[in-house]
């Protein structure tokens, strides 16, 4: 078996931010957890560098535009030691050696769809795209009207034959409703899309259109054939895309058309395999805001980190992100989560363990457990949360068990006290694609004759009036302040865990 997982290659205009961060990390549980079943897993992230955004920041801050995005996109690449990532592959579409030859291969085996004619339409600058509508649901700022003469690519085409797939399950796009939208979108009829963009205008930053060097290759159409020119030689390609079990994208909702519509008639077009499965997640916000630099609530995930910790931080984005609808970000959530389900939880279930078998020479027992099985089926479509639900219930199997037996007060514990430390090595075990070093930890103190100690620090409550600064969040940054409270009804779901 194997299994290839890319996330989203973000544009660097900017830091990373933890919507970014949770992406990453929902891509890592899923290569992690199939590393662990055994599988051939290869994980790929990297930077789209050739983006009209990343030159348009650069000459803002008067930096030459390939030091600028050399410089965001190594805070890119540094996300690996502070989140726990375990990606195998790093590609940059502006530097990496692979990336322009494969993009320039791929136009050259799609030519038969391309013309060049003349083009006005409203463009927004934040999405790098041409506008259906006067407006654009994800970024404030006013499009711009731009006439000029592009190459267009054929997705009319392609309609039927992506619909095909959609319907019948042969690309799986996770969630349901998210599936809902892009079948909505294809069966409301495709137009051809312009794919290329006057190197003029790019200031020559991209890659340019094979034949036709006044134009650059629309940066969307560039940064999609990551995933197939990050894979280089021949050998790997028919490894990781064309041989692959599995081939699976995580990406956020806003760019779910770029990847299960206009992806798929590339690959179409150019006679190559299509991916199987479409994972997609909802945005991250503060105060009801979706994150982001030019909002002014970019939450820094590495001044996170360093602050509670990178188990709290990728428990966090695991077990309280919402499968479907945004979910509000704050601090105190965070900190009541670790506190309650990590420290609270499975640490002290461990350690009250631990404590109780060493002192009476047990080993653990073989348990019968369905949680593999259950996280084999949540993970399969996506749902992170209910990976962790089931978790928590096996944590919860354990504290039940020895409220209800009591071994202390038995004059033999020790069948008792082996089925709980057999929980615990399950629990340790499945945990570790959530939070690794967190589960390394417990590991080790199951296999350890020392005496136990927490393997996750109390965070400490923080109070219902607590105001966090965002910008504390951003290196140098000057942000917004933004009050960090919990309605009633999620306090109440927060307290039942």
Request: proline share 6%; with cysteine.
């Amino acid at each position: 078996m194997t299994f290839y997982v890319t996330t989203a290659i973000p544009y660097v205009n900017a830091a990373p931010h933890l919507g970014h961060a949770l992406e990453l990390v929902q891509a890592d549980v899923l290569a992690r957890h199939r590393r662990l079943r055994g599988e051939d897993v290869r994980f790929l992230t990297g930077t789209d560098d050739n983006a009209l955004k990343n030159v348009t920041a650069a000459r803002a801050t008067g930096v030459d535009v390939a030091a600028f995005v050399k410089a965001n996109g190594d805070r890119f690449a540094d996300l690996r030691g502070p989140l726990d990532l375990s990606f195998d592959d790093f590609i940059r579409t502006g530097s990496d050696p692979r990336h322009a030859p494969g993009v320039t291969a791929l136009w050259r085996r799609s030519a038969a769809d391309f013309y060049r004619r003349e083009y006005t339409g409203r463009y927004c600058a934040g999405c790098e795209r041409f506008l259906d509508g006067a407006a654009c649901p994800e970024h404030p700022a006013a499009p711009e009207t731009v006439a000029e003469t592009n190459w267009f690519f054929r997705l009319s085409r392609y309609q039927r034959r992506i619909l095909d797939v959609l319907e019948s399950g042969r690309v799986r796009v996770e969630p349901a409703p998210r599936r809902n939208e892009v079948l909505a979108f294809v069966r409301a009829g495709l137009r051809d899309i312009s794919v290329s963009r006057p190197a003029a205008r790019a200031g020559g930053w991209g890659i340019p259109v094979p034949g036709d060097p006044d134009q650059v290759i629309y940066v969307w159409w560039d940064a999609l054939a990551n995933y197939v020119t990050a894979l280089g030689d021949d050998a790997a390609y028919r490894r990781w895309w064309a041989g692959s079990t599995e081939r699976v994208h995580v990406i956020g909702k806003g760019i779910v058309r770029f990847h299960a519509v206009y992806w798929l008639a590339l690959l179409l077009s150019a006679g190559l395999p299509l991916p199987t499965a479409i994972f997609v997640h909802d945005y991250l916000t503060v105060d009801g805001a979706k994150l982001s630099k030019s909002a002014g609530n970019a939450v820094d995930p590495v001044a996170l980190a360093g602050r509670y910790g990178v188990d709290a931080l990728r428990w966090w984005l695991l077990r309280e992100t919402a499968t479907v609808g945004d979910t509000d970000f704050t601090e105190r959530r965070l900190i009541e989560r670790a506190d309650r389900d990590l420290a609270g939880g499975v640490g002290n279930l461990v350690n009250r363990t631990l404590t109780l078998a060493r002192r009476h020479g047990v080993a653990p027992a073989e348990v019968g457990s369905d949680l593999g099985g259950r996280v084999n089926a949540a993970l399969a479509r996506a749902d992170f949360r209910a990976a962790t639900d089931a978790v928590w219930a096996e944590v919860d199997r354990g504290n039940r068990l020895i409220e209800a037996r009591q071994p202390w007060k038995l004059a033999d514990p020790a069948p008792v006290l082996a089925e709980l430390l057999g929980i615990c090595q399950v629990l340790a075990g499945e945990l570790r694609p959530f939070i690794p070093s967190g589960a390394e930890r417990l590991l080790a103190q199951l296999r350890s004759d020392g005496p136990p100690r927490p393997a996750f620090p109390r965070l400490g409550a923080a109070r219902s009036d607590q105001v966090v600064d965002a910008a504390q969040h951003r290196p140098g940054g000057q942000g917004r302040r933004f009050q960090a409270r919990t309605a009633p009804d999620d306090e109440r779901r927060l307290l039942a865990g």
